[in-house]
């Protein structure tokens, strides 16, 4: 990995993490450390001059001496402002670029491109697209230029989703080009035959509810399967997948309790409002509803980027979400940060304590609002998602371009039904997943939740799980993430009520908040739109994203403050 390397200025000190269990003293830029630096008597002068030049019209038109109070005014807070800007910009440039990685496969099969994304440009019958069309995206990609982009051949009305957005460039935290994910899983190798395995074994299991996985012989099927792949990365236990486990995260409190988090289920306090989660949810096909893009001409129709044909069948009783047919329509309609602003309202709602290392988290003559207190957190949650969104879309368009798992259903039906595409691994092809597809559709595509499939933009990395990543990062930072969630609850069978959960381990903040990003990340993955790398490496990218936020914001706040937080990968910082 590169880094660019450059001399930090003497009033600059990098915000650094360190581990919540060090007591070296922190070395952040703080305004107070900025304002130390300067010399009492140039503070005095700046502040002086400042009420000399500012003077306040009195109600009768006479001149008034300003008279605000504060440690710096004027002309001195001017100066203090532009200097904490440009630290802000210096750590983030000091960051450096780190190299950006492919997996390969754009050159490799034949120059086919099968591995890449391709959707809504021209295919040929097997589902392969036009090369002078793809080499028109790649031209566009390269040269940045808006009419480039406009020239692409598309096959059919759904556009391109967003091309461009990795080429913003941001005001705070790390640019887009800041930060890298390791290359995608080849369709030639293992791990990515494990991750299509999955996808196929979850949408063959969407409408079993969670809270039967342990007595459900499909989900024990799918669990003994799984288990055989060579390079499956999912969470077991002694080596093998089980139904405890199976399309769960693999991060701190995905394990624990229920398979849903309490945050997409809890009522959620909204001013003077009470909102109930249940949702509009789906029918599955049993009562009405389908699978979709089973058969091939319209998954052909549907990589050519036409409008399918079909509508969701949409139940008309509101209910709780229990299976994976219902998380994936949740996470189909949701703004992208719905479920953590939710649990932001939830927690602010219990009470739930902040981060010790927060102001005001103890009685005292002050507390907060603008600066940290509900405010503040809610406004910073979101703000994070915009930026999570450029990082992300760098990577998917500039970067991996990786094919969604609906193309690589196309690549194993035409590899199993015609041998044209040998490379395929052949572990995906052994998996019993296979062939219950096939007796249940008549092909062995992968069967869509969404008639439309994928969004128009590609696998890697994800955008649901990106924003989750940085926003459940921010909510960990400021809460205290050891508190106990009082009265946990599952839903119903039938998803109209809320019953307790008991007899299970303790349900804390830090766990349900990760757990929350696995349940919206794998409800892409149930939807079979996104592989389980596109959540797991976007959690990362997200978490990233955060962290460097809450770097260059601690430099603006006048309060003694640090945010500590369990990363993804269990390890513990503080800021």
Sequence with gaps: MRKNRSTKPKSFQRAETRSASSNAPSSSLTRRKFLGSMSGAAVASLAASAIALEPVVGSKGSIAKANEVGPVTGTARQTAARQVRRDAAQLAFNRGIPAHPCNGEESAYGGTFVANFTKA????????????????????????????????????????????????????????????????????GPENSSEAGELYWMALARDVNFTDYANNQLIADAARDLSKFS?????????????????????????????????????????????????????????????????????????????????????????????????????????????????????????????????????????GFATFGGPHILSLLTEVATRGLKAVWYEKWSVHRRARPEAFGGLVHFQITQNRYPFVDREILRSDSLSRTFSQFGTYLLPQAY??????????????????????????????????IPNPVVPSSDGLALVPFVGGPALTVGGELNKVASNVAFGRDFAAIHWRTDASESFTLGEQIAITILEEQKATYNEIHSFSLTKFDGTTITI
């Excluded at 990395?461 to 050891?482: P, R």
Aim: charged share 15%; proline share 10%.
């Design 121 to 188: 440009l021209p295919h040929n019958s097997f589902g392969e697209v036009s090369p002078s069309a793809y080499n028109a995206l790649l031209a566009a990609l390269t040269s940045g230029n808006n009419a480039d982009f406009e020239a692409i051949p598309l096959g059919g009305v759904r556009p391109l989703r967003n091309p461009q957005a990795g080429l913003a460039f941001d005001l705070e935290g790390a640019d887009s080009h800041a930060l890298a994910i390791r290359p995608a899983p080849r369709v030639d």
């Design 231 to 367: 390079d499956f990365r999912g969470p077991k236990v002694g080596h093998r997948v089980r139904p405890a486990t199976i399309f769960r995260g693999n991060t701190p409190g995905d394990l624990a309790g229920p398979y849903l988090s309490q945050f997409l289920l809890l009522d959620i306090p909204y001013g003077s409002l009470t909102i109930s989660q249940r949702q509009t949810a789906v029918l599955p096909p049993a009562q009405g509803g389908a699978d979709y893009m089973t058969d091939v001409a319209s998954w052909l129709s549907i990589q050519n980027g036409n409008n399918p044909a079909a509508s969701p069948v949409l139940d008309p009783t509101p209910r709780f979400i229990r299976n994976g047919r219902d998380i994936s329509r949740y996470v189909q309609v949701d703004a992208l940060y719905e479920a953590y602003l939710n649990a932001c309202l939830i927690l602010l709602g219990m009470n739930a304590p902040f981060d010790p290392g927060l102001p005001y988290t103890t009685p005292g003559k002050q507390d």
């Design 451 to 484: 008639p439309e499939g994928s969004p128009v933009h590609p696998a890697y990395g994800a955008g649901h799980a990106t924003v989750a990543g940085a926003c459940v990062t921010i909510l960990k930072a400021w809460f205290d993430e050891s508190f106990v």
